[in-house]
């Protein structure tokens, strides 16, 4: 049965699976395809030029080099004629971009995570302690999530000493759609972070009080899309973070790090109280700088037990299995490669390391998502 439409009309629904990286819709949906036109090629059978006139978000957009590729790949693949594309690149009106971010926004209802039936797992990553491995972990697991092919967002939700910018080597500014931001992306993970921002930008994150009102920004300011995961790293500290937390995200569910020694175990056992207080459940301990291997020898140098202790405590205090999930070795490549921009369980290339420090990432963000909500 031959196909009655125009090339026009078969070349738009070529570009319906486009889709725009940050939006995560199709071009054709958020109105970015102005005019499609395909000429006939003199002297040729069954080949066109098509001009397609692409209209971005912003201009300069730093994915335009991404979309225009995608475009140009759907229009010269098309199977039934040669197609020789030329695509022109341009930006949406004022008005037309205004409609667009009222439609996403409308649509989206503020904080897109406490509405029932959200699918997105939450986990937030806290310690009690300071310097214990929390941004660390949270880098690394986040970066093993999208690497093991979850869509994977991670909040900083320490709003003094954001880390992830740095461990995941962001020099780049969230780009601003008319007052919604769109997360940057590095190593697979949609991140946003505090030390994103500059000047004014940041200011406004920080005025009121400022934990709620980042977090609560961070959550309804920003297009998340629909992650599978979302980690935040909060910031040391036993009590109003992990409270806030709770009330911006019923969903999530606390993950407490702490290392072996009883000075940092202690403090992660409090921080894991929390949960007595709000309705959010603890779903696990790290423990962290486990030990260093050397030369095939496990040197416990923090000590040994606090994973245990933290475990047991939480589970005979909180009434439920509270789980040790993981023991990470102490691993100087793991700061070195982080402070250069990369979480360590990844090879230069993005994918999830296959030794030891790669398999113990996989096996805890695997437990995590075998362990029920
Ligand atoms: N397993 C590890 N092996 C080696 N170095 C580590 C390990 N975990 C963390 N570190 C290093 O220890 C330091 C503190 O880690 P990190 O910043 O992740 O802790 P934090 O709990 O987030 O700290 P803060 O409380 O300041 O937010 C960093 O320099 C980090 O690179
Ligand atoms: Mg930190």
Redesign the pocket.
Known sequence: MSDERTIEARIYERLSKVIDPELGRSVTDLGMIAAIDATPVAGETNTYDVRVRVELTVEGCPLSQTITNQINGAVASYPDATLIPSIEVGSMSQDKLTQLVAGLKAERKQNPFNKPGIRTRIFAIA?G???????????NLAATFAALGYDTAAIDA?IY?F?LPR?FGVQSQPTNLNGMLMPVTAWGVKLISIGMFAGADRAILWRGPRLQRSLEQFLSDVWWGEPDVLLL?L??GTGDMAISVAQALPNAELVV?TTPQPSASDIAVRSGLVALQVPMKVRGVVE??SYYEHKGEKLRIFGEGGGARVSEQLTHSLGYEVPLLAQ?????????T??AGRPAVLTKEGALRSDGIGETFKNLAESLMRLPQ
């Open positions: 310690s302690k300071g310097g214990v491995g929390k941004s660390s972990v949270t880098a320490d000493g880390s461990l790293d910031a040391p790090v962290n700088m990470l070795p102490l691993e100087p490549e793991l700061r070195e982080g402070e």
